[in-house]
C-alpha cells in the first residue's frame, strides 16, 4: 500500500505557477530530520520520500520522519553518510554510503550489504565511496565508484561486472562522478544501449550491442566530448 502524502514536497512549476500557486515546505532537524546536509532525494513504488544526509538515512511519509542505520550485522558492515539512492525493480532500496553500497528491503526492514548480496569475500573495489546509482530497464544496477570505476549488477542472476579505472584509458586521471542518461535504440539487426556518465574533466559515453536471438553482446567505454552532449540528449543519429 502507498503511504498517504499528507504534504505536497513538490509541485508541478509548469502549471501551477501560472496559476500563482506554488507553494514549498522546508524540512529540517526540528522536524525529524536527521542532518541538514542532504544529498539524495527519492520516492519510491511505495510513495515513501527517503532522503539521503551525511548522517543516517531518512524516509518521509509525508507527516514524520523515520531514521535507520545502515547497517548488516551479519557482514558487520555500517556506514551512515549516505549519498546515492536507487529503487530496482524488485522495489529493494540501494543505498550507497562512503563504504559501498547497502541493499534495503523495505518489508522485513532490513540492511544487506552488497558484498553479502553478491556472496563475495574480501571484495575490496566494493569497500568505496558511491556517487551515483542508476537502474535500467533490463534488471542491471550502475553503481558509480570514483575511486574505482563503474560497478553493474544485474539484480536477477547477481552477476556483476566492473569497469575499472585502471583498466580504460577515457577515465585517464579522473574517476567518474555521475551516470545520468540511459537510452535504448532498437534497430532491424542489432539493439544499442548508451549511458552518459561525467568525470571531473569530460564525459564518458557507455555502449552495449546486442543482436536479437542472441545471448551475448559486445560492450564498450568511450570518451565522448563535451559538445556532443546536446547530441546525446536530444537526437537519435551517430556520434
Known amino acids: 500500500m502507498k503511504a498517504t502524502l499528507c504534504l505536497i514536497l513538490f509541485l508541478n512549476l509548469s502549471v501551477w505557477s501560472l496559476l500563482g500557486q506554488v507553494h514549498f515546505t522546508r524540512l529540517n532537524n526540528e522536524d525529524g530530520l536527521s542532518h541538514s546536509e542532504v544529498k539524495a532525494i527519492l520516492q519510491d513504488s511505495y510513495g515513501y520520500i527517503w532522503i539521503s544526509t551525511r548522517n543516517k538515512l531518512n524516509r518521509y511519509d509525508g507527516c514524520e520522519f523515520k531514521v535507520l542505520d545502515c547497517y548488516d550485522p551479519i557482514a558487520n558492515k555500517r556506514n551512515n553518510n549516505t549519498a546515492a539512492l536507487c529503487e530496482d ?17 523495505p518489508v522485513v526492514e532490513t540492511f544487506t550489504y552488497l558484498e553479502r548480496w553478491l556472496n563475495l569475500r574480501d571484495a575490496g573495489f566494493l569497500y568505496n565511496w558511491v556517487s551515483n546509482i542508476v537502474a535500467d530497464k533490463e534488471g542491471n544496477m550502475w553503481i558509480v565508484l570514483p575511486s574505482c570505476g563503474i560497478l553493474k549488477v544485474n539484480v536477477q542472476t547477481k552477476a556483476y561486472k566492473l569497469s575499472s579505472n585502471f583498466g580504460h584509458t577515457v577515465f585517464e586521471k579522473g574517476g567518474p562522478l555521475s551516470l545520468t542518461v540511459d537510452r535504448v535504440l532498437s534497430g532491424l539487426d542489432v539493439l544499442t544501449r548508451e549511458f552518459a556518465g561525467m568525470t571531473k574533466r569530460k564525459m564518458i559515453l557507455y555502449k552495449y550491442w546486442k543482436k536479437p536471438g542472441y545471448s551475448g553482446g559486445k560492450e564498450c567505454m568511450q570518451c565522448c566530448p563535451a559538445k556532443n552532449l546536446y547530441l546525446l540528449l536530444y537526437t537519435r543519429g551517430d556520434y
Do not use: S
Open 89 to 105: 525493480m524488485n522495489r529493494l532500496l540501494w543505498v550507497g554510503t562512503d563504504e559501498g553500497v547497502f541493499i534495503y528491503d
